[in-house]
Nanobody
Framework: IQLVESGGENIQPGGSLRLSCEAS????????MAWVRQAPGKGPEWVAAITPGGVTLYHTSVKGRFTISRDNLKKTLALQMNSVKPDDAARYYCSTGRGYGYWGQGTQVTVSS
């Protein structure tokens, strides 16, 4: 299983950012996928998940601001982040597998003006 995240950068509070994840090595179209983030000094935090059919779930802290989506043909996962807050600063990981045990290397999102 390979998961390669991209799109992280420094962003100002209130701004928007789109993260992407390219997946390979497993049956993407039939796999639940998720975004997980980890801020310095904190434990991992599940952000959003999406089923193969497109049903989505969000952590309460991002609901209404973030949108998770997938393209089963391209085997890609995305996270559209709007109205970004300083608390959203973290390393973001694409995740799949039993218990979401497989992560990519992550992509860093920093929030500062």
């Amino acid at each position: 299983i390979q998961l390669v995240e991209s799109g992280g950068e420094n962003i100002q509070p209130g701004g928007s950012l789109r993260l992407s994840c390219e997946a390979s090595g497993f049956m993407f179209s039939t796999s639940d996928m998720a975004w997980v983030r980890q801020a310095p000094g904190k434990g991992p935090e599940w952000v959003a998940a999406i089923t193969p059919g497109g049903v989505t779930l969000y952590h309460t802290s991002v609901k209404g601001r973030f949108t998770i989506s997938r393209d089963n043909l391209k085997k890609t996962l995305a996270l559209q982040m709007n109205s970004v807050k300083p608390d959203d600063a973290a390393r973001y990981y694409c995740s799949t597998g039993r218990g979401y045990g497989y992560w990519g290397q992550g992509t860093q999102v920093t929030v500062s003006s």
